[in-house]
């Protein structure tokens, strides 16, 4: 962070480059609002530092968010209407839940927010995405459902609803330049999308770089890694000695676990103040923080068909394995022979007599 001297001796604080956002953030996509619950629960850092500027550098922040705000009605949704009129400058649009397709019917909607005061119908989710994006400094899809489609999206929907990048396009591109912001998970882990928040806050303060990304969109420090590399279990994997029933310690790949090929951090980081996480409390990986959630990955509780292969040769390996490190814990775990209370020296210390 950047200071500038001040006066005999004092630090202050540069200003950010904006001095407050506005976050507007949309749950009528096709969802639970389970991503606005989830996120009540970060501490790194908590929406209330955020909100209350508990955190130096950053901008002033307003939230509006339909299941937190205590606005009711017009009184919440005149934010979203000076946002469309150019009014709320500048602000963030955080969308939750999966997109509807509104082309694929002859009448009615799929979703929507609010009435338009000159037709009296309402605003679809899909026109809110349309009026708002061109203007938003940044967008962040919230939860798999936003970001990939998620369980709505699965083979069979009748809605034929996406993630938000499948409806703008995968190459889009805010007004300041910035890429669509994926944050996958059902639902989102609360400090995984509050730290992406941090992140763009920073950014747009003028104190960090580009947001690094991967090809899905996610932050690449948050789902750089897979489930595997951050379990507790793990080492169970290599040794090949797998759970055959929940309760169990050991590797739960063979009870339907898709962790080694699952971008994400829950093992790592826990789910609330670094405590819960799925494998950490004996829940296998169903990969929801994937693209190809949950088509890709089910039936779920099945062993994986990858980890037929790769636990039956890791099985091999892990028994030589087992073997070999029993013989050596065996000799480690004893003490050397040289400690006895006997009159004599064993530890093969020489005096030297000058």
């Not at 500027?53 to 949704?77: C, Q, R, S, T, W």
């Not at 959630?293 to 099945?302: A, G, R, Y």
């Amino acid at each position: 962070m950047t200071a500038q001297a001040a006066p005999y001796g004092r630090v202050t604080q540069k200003k950010p480059a904006v001095a407050e956002l506005h976050i507007l953030w949309i749950t009528a996509g096709l969802g639970c609002d389970g991503d606005s619950v989830s996120i009540t629960a970060a501490t790194q850092p908590s929406i209330e530092d955020v909100i209350l500027g508990a955190i130096p550098g950053l901008p002033k922040v307003h939230l509006h968010n339909p299941v937190l705000a205590y606005e009711v009605g017009d009184d919440f949704m005149k934010f979203w209407y000076e946002a469309e009129a150019g009014r709320l400058d500048p602000f963030v649009l955080v969308v939750e839940g999966s997109i509807p397709n509104e082309k694929i019917k002859k009448e009615g909607y799929w979703a929507g927010l609010g009435t338009d005061p000159h037709t009296g119908q309402p605003i679809t989710t899909n026109e809110w995405i349309d009026r708002l994006t061109p203007k938003a400094l940044a967008v962040i899809a919230c939860g798999t459902c936003a970001t990939y489609g998620g369980i709505h999206a699965m083979e069979g929907n009748p809605t034929g609803c996406m993630g938000l990048a499948d409806y703008l396009g995968w190459d889009w591109k805010s007004k300041a330049g910035l890429p669509i912001v994926n944050v996958p998970g059902c639902p989102v882990q609360p400090d995984n999308f509050m730290e992406t928040v941090l992140y763009l806050l920073y950014q747009v303060a003028g104190l960090a770089p580009m947001i690094p990304l991967d090809e899905q969109l996610r932050p690449t420090w948050l789902f750089g890694k897979t489930v595997h590399d951050g379990c507790d279990r793990a080492g169970y994997y290599e040794q090949g000695d797998f759970a055959t029933s929940y309760g169990s310690p050991k590797c739960i790949v063979k009870l339907g676990c898709w962790g080694p090929v699952v971008n994400c951090n829950v093992p790592k980081r826990g789910w609330m103040a670094g405590i819960g996480g799925c494998p950490n409390v004996g829940g296998i990986c169903i990969g929801c923080t994937m693209p190809g959630f949950p088509d890709k990955f089910m039936p779920f509780m099945d062993e994986p068909p990858g980890a037929k292969i790769s636990s039956a040769t890791i099985s091999t390996y892990g028994r030589a394995i087992r073997a070999l490190r029993s013989i050596t814990q065996a000799t480690v775990n004893k003490e050397p022979k040289w400690r006895h209370p006997r009159a004599e020296l064993t530890t093969g210390y020489h005096s030297s007599t000058y």
